[in-house]
């Protein structure tokens, strides 16, 4: 079975940092698409970024571009997101998810067959 956990939420001051972390059990973690998302009360979940298995390219959504930075260590089966000056605007659960194939898409929840709990943050202003 795979499964996906996220950590590193919290409360922050606007301004602040968090380093979120995604735990991946299961087989190939290597061969994988990380995704990232948030959810914000009563909004759609969001994009927030993406890292392909070479490590070589990553995606961004247009807010997180420039204050995020998504990093993973294979042998390790984890993936990283790094958020710094954090706005209230990022408030929200936060998720990491592996895409069904980064060819079919990887931006949209419904590319997505699994995803971790979530962990929250909180930036206050």
Same mark, same amino acid.
């Given at each position: !079975?795979?499964?996906?956990?996220? @950590? &590193?939420?919290?409360?922050?001051?606007?301004?602040?940092?968090?380093?979120?972390?995604? /735990?991946? @059990?299961?087989?190939?973690?290597?061969? %994988?698409?990380?995704? *990232?998302?948030?959810?914000?009360?009563? /909004?759609?979940?969001?994009?927030?970024?993406?890292?392909? *298995?070479? &490590?070589?390219?990553? +995606? %961004?959504?247009? +807010?997180? /571009?420039?204050?995020?930075?998504?990093?993973?260590? $294979?042998?390790? $089966?984890?993936?990283?997101?790094?958020?710094?000056?954090?706005?209230?605007?990022?408030?929200?659960? %936060? %998720?990491?998810?592996?895409?069904?194939? +980064?060819?079919?898409? +990887?931006?949209?929840?419904?590319?997505?067959?699994? *995803?971790?709990?979530?962990? !929250?943050?909180?930036?206050?202003?």
């Amino acid at each position: !079975q795979e499964q996906l956990v996220e @950590s &590193g939420g919290g409360s922050v001051q606007a301004g602040g940092t968090l380093r979120l972390s995604c /735990k991946f @059990s299961g087989r190939d973690f290597d061969a %994988y698409t990380v995704g *990232w998302f948030r959810q914000a009360p009563g /909004k759609e979940r969001e994009f927030v970024a993406a890292m392909r *298995w070479t &490590g070589g390219i990553n +995606f %961004y959504g247009d +807010f997180a /571009k420039g204050r995020f930075t998504a990093s993973r260590d $294979n042998p390790r $089966n984890m993936a990283y997101l790094q958020m710094n000056n954090l706005e209230p605007e990022d408030t929200g659960v %936060y %998720y990491c998810a592996v895409p069904f194939s +980064f060819a079919a898409g +990887f931006e949209a929840a419904e590319d997505c067959r699994v *995803w971790g709990q979530g962990t !929250q943050v909180t930036v206050s202003s």
